[in-house]
């Protein structure tokens, strides 16, 4: 059997260069849809079981964070179930990864992925609970389904807004939702019974179908960057904002998280709203008091890396969490996990994953419960 | 919410006429890629969770099988796991579908489907024998891997081909060889070890992976009808039949077995090759054995109902079983299961399933085992 | 941690003579409740972990069947789900196991156990099916249930019976009784649908409860080896065949299997009633069709070794399957499974088996159905 | 099948006065072995099903919490896995079961049970890990193995310690602790991860194994309540605590958690040491961190019902908690979970259960994580 690369599947994205030479295979990143961005990469090898196989990333360098690549190792799985992490190098140019297969067929991603037909698998799971609905927001520019998972009671006091995956090669964001939604229906689970006494949870598990099918990092069908689109949206180029923002109107919000990726910096970190005109004091304390609970539930969440605080301007407010903080006066956050790695924590066969996410999932009921208590106090 | 019609999913099919009225829905069947075949459907409804939908497909009566609506029940599902079937009319020109969803959100296929991550999923699974290589054969019309499972040792005395789903809209093919395989891989089954004691399976799950994503029928994504393509497959339009033709001209074949659903005959039964010139006296003999082996290993396979001999014709050697049977002078068959049940053991919930076609690929190791041992002796 | 020898769970059977030696650590095995017979084993070893352990078991040469640990090699466990086989050695008076633990804790056996949690749960398990009934037929000498199954409608028209474990040491009798039920309950097994059209089928997963929980090879809590007590049962000594039997003369009984582990030949056979005075023409054929069906149906049953005729006597009437033979003219046979392996198709690592006995049970439906069938047509 | 009451199998506990009348049946609680306790009951009902039964427990008024009774509800399965509350009154003297099995074979229990053939499964389950070492302590009464888990590294700077099940029908307790050792060993656990940084874990899954198997509330086999016997426990009959307390003084006690049931009031609580001669400051200032952050970890956890501060007197010291907080000056503290369910929280169809135990032995590892990092800073 000969070197073979093929990227036809769902997320799939690379294009190929050279598979002459098992220990010079040389492959590019390929551009997001109608967009500039590149980093998503995924994709199978054949033919190379038992032999010491070289892939180069030859654009890995003018990838949109090349940042990202620095002790970057690439995640690799023979049954797409079970991933685990490889070598990996960078030079500053060109990303290469070495390893030698088990078996003749094996997948490279950049990070663990979440299949579109996990995610309806997802829907009609949890759509089997007496406490949710699954709700149609609308169709993606591709004609997918934009659906919103209701759960608990509509006529509760308090509304709870989680989205994950504008940015749909940040798959962790929707791995860290599934974790969220299954601990809300664990029977078991006291958190999440005392979080439903008083709230009710929307969640959008996947803002961006398109771009997840696709294997884009950034963008939708359209080439929109759906984190700059909240000001104005528009049906035709960002029609997952449009969808949402107009629930969001409809329905409130009292709390706003919004789950991302992060390509460079190895920690769970969240970006707050503390910048904001207009930001009050409540917000600043119901915000800290998240921030603190997440600290005690998760040695995952830390506080000391992150991003340095943003100083206001206009085109902030293009972001979810930004425009929401604004305009609902809420604690709204953007929560980011590593495609890394924990560095305080490592996972040397791991790394970060899709299971880290989930159980971090689970432990962010603890701020939120935090937060609707105190929110219903005040 | 109002009532949505969705189709942007694997293998998802079918054209939206109105939904303005959840007891009226009108919807028509679609074309095959480039070929004038239409049966297959698979739809998503939204929105009438406990309410009385009907769901009219209005141009079923141009279907390519009409009589396959004949006595037909659609089937359904909320999770995609769990399928059953649901009330269906058919009024000689229009079948309708009547249900009460218990949830916002269900599914309507032709028949249970199998997605091409599943068939990834089963590739990956399987692969992590020790007895199993998972072989390249080559890129489908759309670049899709064409893959091949061989089980056992190739140098085994005798080789056994199975492939499925050259038809892609008939996925029991590929449940039923699911079930095979799981059998062959079993430790504890002794039908398997006295299989591969003597014999290599070559198992193509998938012989169609562009039309199964497209949610086809019958063609690949050229419009081919890959099973009238044996004679002079070409790498343009029909590259999945050539590359398997060139392998079994590789490795040879002692035993070919092409599995089939069928749109009409509510039965389990095998069409043979009695009717080709220079079928010999010992072809009919194992052909027999085998039938009346697997009369003995499964009540669901008979032999009452089938397909009236054919007449011999040279275009008939354009089909794959015929035309191994006729190159290789062995038993070379094709197996068709129901799209709608087994009528003499109907279930009335499910009808004929993915289930109970994994099933019938396990029992099918004792007919193949007979004729292994028949061949062997011979 | 010191060396450390324990038996006191679940079957659990050895005596202590000396640990002081890792390398030479001395058990004695210890006889059935109040009878002579001895065999088996089931103990747990502590501290032993990346040591070599020698245990001899000093008086082996003595048990019921030395001829059962020629060519035999013990069963371990670290978790009591997975069981393998380990080095033994007998030397015609000591069996000596030598296996080096990869943990601190690790359980040898005769045999793979079957305990009476697992009896109680496949009780409960089974009687969720609509098709089953559990009864009570009487209580044991302890006092424990003595219970039957009854799967499909005991209206119909015959009646199969199936009894295991009258020798409680022989679990892979349960371990097939285990097998044979799922099988029954299984929607998509048409061999299953098809025996329950015509026939009920009653059940006895496990004659000898006391002697199962007791850690006996053959007798009960009364030192009664149950398969000699078909003649005359009593109430105080035998009261488990004093109330099975009843029940078979209540309901009758069209075809009976009596389950066994056989301690020296390493085959699957069974024991006809050929030699019963009165057995008519009708019933050799019976006989055959059942023998013939079940090789056909598993590879694991042969019929060139196994017992060499009995001549009748009246004794013969106090085994289960000779006195139902006569009693009720039908197909009535002891089914034996190894307690080593099946030699025609070792398997190096595990040996015979719980699972490859349950996979027999399985197959064991092929030959009921053509019995059931071959019953209702004479 | 009439009416019949069994209970010779694992923790198995009643006596039988009468069955004649399905509306009136009518049982006795059995004392604790070599004991006056009486509490625990278990026991299997047959031939009821659709019959609307009436359980009498005629001497629940002398059992030895009577409180116990007073909104009890007591709990039934049909599979001996699922678990659920069934309508129970109690009038002072006599308490009543009402319940219409939908089988014929039905178990009655005063708490989910959790059998010794789970206890030995949890052993060899996590020993498979490479984290954890399981022990052998000694033996009890009976000669069943008393067994240690040790979690983490040996030479780790602090020493936590979990006890659970001194009382053997308080099977919550060991539920509880499936859950913490599940929690610490899921490799996504980063609450764990960071323990098993600074502390290992000594863990007795179960103190009591005779009195569990024996169907016991509170003695062991030589009807000893263990947790009166820490200031002198004996080899002859005490000899469980013997072990357990020979092994604190061999490696120490940083961190001590004794796991119980209490029968009357429906809270999860702790009692402390606070009472003790010479209980420091610091012991007060990290009992109230734990007692915080188990409050922050799990809503089932309060602190607003518990015991009366019990004032100091030299016989305290029996008790395990309070024994081991004099003796090491460190946390101790006796978390008492319900029999009942968590009146702030009820759930009408399980009460308290198994599950809910899992998830709260779970949650605890966060103040476990608390502690650990107090006493290492300090
Ligand atoms: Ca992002
Ligand atoms: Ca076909
Ligand atoms: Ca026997
Ligand atoms: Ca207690």
Redesign the pocket.
């Known amino acids: 059997m000969s070197i073979k690369i093929s990227q036809n599947f769902d997320a799939g994205a690379i294009e190929v260069l050279s598979t002459a030479d098992v220990g010079n295979i040389q492959l590019n990143l390929r551009s997001d849809s109608n967009a500039e961005f590149s980093q998503w990469f995924y994709f199978r090898l054949q033919g190379a079981r038992d032999q010491d196989a070289t892939i180069h990333i030859m654009n890995a360098g003018q990838a949109t964070y090349p940042d990202g690549w620095v002790n970057y190792r690439a995640v690799a799985s023979y049954d797409r179930e079970n991933w685990f992490r490889v070598e990996t190098e960078f030079d500053g140019k060109v990303m290469s990864i070495k390893h030698t297969p088990d078996t003749d067929s094996v997948y490279y991603a950049y990070f663990e992925p979440y299949s579109w037909e996990r995610h309806l698998a997802l829907l009609g799971s949890v759509e089997q609970s007496d406490q949710v609905r699954v709700e149609d927001l609308g169709s993606t520019v591709d004609g997918r389904d934009l659906n919103l998972v209701v759960v608990g009671n509509p006529s509760a006091k308090k509304k709870v807004w989680i989205i994950a995956r ?2 749909p090669g ?1 798959t962790m964001a929707e791995w860290l939702v599934e974790g969220t939604l299954n601990a809300l229906l664990d029977p078991s689970n006291p958190i999440a019974r005392a979080i439903l006494d008083q709230a009710v949870l929307y969640v959008v598990p996947n803002m961006n179908p398109d771009g997840s099918v696709r294997g884009n990092l ?1 963008t939708n069908a359209a080439g929109a960057n759906l ?1 700059r689109e909240w000001m104005t949206p528009s049906l035709e180029t960002s029609p997952e904002v449009y969808h949402v923002k107009k629930k969001i109107e409809e329905v409130g919000c009292d709390l706003f998280l919004d789950i ?3 390509e460079g910096l190895p920690y769970v970190f969240v970006a707050g709203s503390e910048m904001l005109e207009g930001f009050t004091e409540k917000q600043m304390q119901e915000q800290t008091a998240f921030v603190n609970s997440f600290c005690a539930a998760s040695p995952d969440f830390q506080t000391k890396f992150g991003y340095e605080a943003s100083k206001y301007n206009e085109d902030l407010l293009k972001l979810a969490s930004k425009y929401i903080g604004h305009t609902y006066k809420c604690v709204s956050l953007t929560l ?1 996990l590593p495609f890394k790695d924990n560095a305080n924590m490592p996972d040397l066969e791991v790394g970060w994953d899709g299971s880290r996410s989930m159980k971090l999932g689970e432990a962010m009921l603890q701020p939120i419960l935090t937060t609707v208590r105190n929110i219903v106090k005040n």
């Open positions: 504008q940015h940040e950034r984190n991302h990726g992060d980011e």
